[in-house]
């Protein structure tokens, strides 16, 4: 397949092939050219053409599967080598939101790695989104007298393009731990997540040293660079957008599911750190319902309708020894396309 907005393999389920575009997007916009990459979950490859076509200086590739390492030097060594490459064999913590030790850990690493001025960035779910459908189907299901007991609530949510499942019945939303099984149509098995508790995940990436700049659903994402994605997501597939470029229904409802995160550690020398949001009370345990009434979010419009709170990303590595102010990955991209990180 090729990155970059090229043709992607139409073998690929749909929504995967709006997963690899929403990487594709995110690589063109903050991977600079030159720039030293640390993919902390870089699977079978199937990046290195985004990679490529970015330009970038050296790449680092970290996974916890042997086979997916060796996949990804495959990928790398079948290019023409425009950058340097080196892999490790470590384990990243997908669920690292399972714990808060897990979370900082995380963060930890991550801020080692980064030299000032560098960005940490990717995709997760989007609790906000998950979170607010799975309390409309236990207010759904309470209102029509469905049967349940009164301490019973629904397990899972469906829609034409998957289900998810939670692995515990409950109305609140716990700041670590909530897994759930998303499974999409015609996928054979499903896949297990932590919800992520965004606020908790700012807090956390404030005390590794990493500002907040960015979360943002992948719908509102594209619908703010749409001039810019749109030709990109056409070559992804036929029937995601519509004539004028907008996400068709189903393309809307699976990329709903996920957000982009954005993190910075600031460089004293350049510019002011960006400040990350402080709450009020000074309390991360916050009441679920304060936490969605908050204001925390930079573009909570579009998608009120679906919004609460939470991402998933992971990895626990013991990072090479680098000096923790300086780190081993380069700045980011001098301008952002965020005018305003909150």
Same mark, same amino acid.
Request: glycine residues 8%; contains cysteine.
């Given at each position: 397949?090729?990155?970059?907005?090229?043709?992607?393999?139409?073998?690929?389920?749909?929504?995967?092939?709006?997963?690899?575009?929403?990487?594709?997007?995110?690589?063109?916009?903050?991977?600079?050219?030159?720039?030293?990459?640390?993919?902390?979950?870089?699977?079978?490859?199937?990046?290195?053409?985004?990679?490529?076509?970015?330009?970038?200086?050296?790449?680092?590739?970290?996974?916890?599967?042997?086979?997916?390492?060796?996949?990804?030097?495959?990928?790398?060594?079948?290019?023409?080598?425009?950058?340097?490459?080196?892999?490790?064999?470590?384990?990243?913590?997908?669920?690292?939101?399972?714990?808060?030790?897990?979370?900082?850990?995380?963060?930890?690493?991550?801020?080692?790695?980064?030299?000032?001025?560098?960005?940490?960035?990717?995709?997760?779910?989007?609790?906000?989104?998950?979170?607010?459908?799975?309390?409309?189907?236990?207010?759904?299901?309470?209102?029509?007298?469905?049967?349940?007991?009164?301490?019973?609530?629904?397990?899972?949510?469906?829609?034409?393009?998957?289900?998810?499942?939670?692995?515990?019945?409950?109305?609140?939303?716990?700041?670590?731990?909530?897994?759930?099984?998303?499974?999409?149509?015609?996928?054979?098995?499903?896949?297990?997540?932590?919800?992520?508790?965004?606020?908790?995940?700012?807090?956390?990436?404030?005390?590794?040293?990493?500002?907040?700049?960015?979360?943002?659903?992948?719908?509102?994402?594209?619908?703010? #660079?749409?001039? $810019?994605?749109?030709?990109?997501?056409?070559?992804? %597939? /036929?029937?995601?957008? *519509?004539? @004028?470029?907008?996400?068709?229904?189903?393309?809307?409802?699976?990329?709903?599911?996920?957000?982009?995160?954005?993190?910075?550690?600031?460089?004293?020398?350049?510019?002011?750190?960006?400040?990350?949001?402080?709450?009020?009370?000074?309390?991360?345990?916050?009441?679920?319902?304060?936490?969605?009434?908050?204001?925390?979010?930079?573009?909570?419009?579009?998608?009120?309708?679906?919004?609460?709170?939470?991402?998933?990303?992971?990895?626990?590595? #013991?990072?090479? $020894?680098?000096?923790?102010?300086?780190?081993?990955? %380069? /700045?980011?991209?001098? *301008?952002? @396309?965020?005018?305003?990180?909150?």
């Amino acid at each position: 397949m090729m990155g970059g907005g090229g043709i992607i393999s139409s073998s690929l389920p749909a929504h995967q092939r709006l997963h690899e575009f929403a990487k594709t997007a995110l690589i063109k916009i903050f991977a600079s050219p030159y720039a030293k990459v640390c993919d902390l979950y870089c699977g079978s490859g199937s990046d290195t053409d985004k990679w490529y076509d970015a330009q970038i200086g050296h790449y680092i590739g970290i996974d916890s599967s042997s086979s997916s390492i060796s996949e990804t030097r495959e990928m790398w060594e079948s290019q023409p080598k425009p950058y340097t490459a080196e892999f490790c064999e470590l384990n990243p913590c997908v669920l690292c939101f399972e714990t808060e030790d897990k979370a900082r850990t995380l963060l930890h690493n991550v801020s080692t790695l980064l030299k000032p001025g560098g960005y940490f960035f990717g995709i997760t779910a989007d609790s906000s989104t998950i979170w607010t459908k799975y309390q409309k189907n236990v207010e759904a299901s309470h209102n029509k007298g469905i049967g349940l007991k009164p301490t019973t609530v629904p397990n899972c949510i469906r829609s034409e393009n998957y289900i998810i499942t939670f692995d515990v019945e409950e109305e609140k939303f716990p700041l670590f731990g909530k897994k759930y099984q998303l499974k999409f149509v015609n996928d054979i098995s499903s896949e297990t997540h932590s919800l992520v508790h965004f606020p908790s995940l700012i807090r956390l990436a404030r005390e590794a040293g990493l500002e907040y700049v960015e979360i943002q659903n992948l719908t509102e994402f594209y619908d703010d #660079n749409r001039a $810019i994605l749109a030709g990109i997501l056409h070559g992804y %597939g /036929p029937n995601f957008v *519509d004539p @004028r470029g907008r996400l068709l229904p189903r393309s809307f409802d699976a990329l709903g599911l996920y957000a982009t995160f954005v993190f910075q550690k600031p460089d004293p020398d350049i510019v002011p750190p960006i400040t990350t949001p402080l709450f009020q009370d000074g309390n991360p345990i916050q009441d679920e319902q304060d936490w969605m009434a908050s204001s925390w979010r930079q573009h909570g419009s579009s998608l009120d309708e679906d919004r609460t709170g939470h991402t998933e990303t992971a990895l626990n590595i #013991n990072p090479p $020894i680098v000096e923790h102010d300086k780190g081993i990955l %380069g /700045p980011g991209p001098p *301008d952002l @396309r965020f005018s305003e990180p909150f």
